[in-house]
């Protein structure tokens, strides 16, 4: 279905947490976070993440009818490393890197679908608002030091549900 709605997803400060190395031991030791150094093209990354991130955004997406697809400065790297360590298929990747926002690359890419795009950029929504003030979207801030949560979930799943059933212009979307 063209018209499906689509979850994009960020990786770094989304699913790829930025924060302090004993805050990591911390949620490694207690709640199953886990680190990995990763080889690409641009040198030698650390990943530190939630393993229940995959399972959560599939369930997402199976529960809305959406799509979900990589909306990352990772690019085509997030089918490569990010998605097999969080047990995703292959998504689709829009590409973002050749912009000077992510929001204009992702925007373009979407070509004029409904979609929900989970960010840590400060400016991601009002960027994204005003490159697609026409388009049903919603912007979903996420800390970059707790990474995607079920409160972020439950926030695009509320919208995706109301927007399913009709309704453009749904409450809180940016």
């Not at 990763?38 to 229940?52: C, K, M, Q, S, Y």
């Not at 890197?97 to 992702?106: E, L, M, Q, T, V």
């Not at 890419?109 to 795009?117: D, I, L, N, Q, S």
């Amino acid at each position: 279905m063209p018209d499906r709605p689509l979850i994009l997803v960020d990786v770094d400060g989304v699913l790829n947490v930025i924060t302090s190395a004993r805050e990591r031991r911390r949620l490694c030791f207690h709640e199953g976070w886990q680190q990995r150094r990763v080889e690409l093209d641009a040198g030698t990354f650390r990943l530190f993440f939630n393993p229940a991130s995959g399972p959560l955004l599939t369930r997402l997406a199976r529960e809305t009818g959406a799509e979900l697809a990589w909306g990352t400065t990772w690019e085509e790297y997030a089918n490569l490393v990010v998605g097999p360590l969080l047990g995703l298929p292959r998504l689709p990747v829009a590409p973002v890197a050749d912009f000077p926002h992510k929001a204009h690359g992702i925007i373009a890419w979407t070509a004029g679908r409904p979609f929900v795009w989970f960010d840590d950029e400060p400016d991601a929504a009002e960027v994204t608002a005003a490159l697609a003030a026409d388009q049903a979207h919603l912007v979903v801030s996420v800390n970059e030091r707790e990474g995607i949560t079920e409160k972020h979930a439950e926030i695009a799943r509320n919208w995706l549900r109301e927007f399913g059933q009709g309704q453009q212009e749904v409450p809180g979307a940016r």
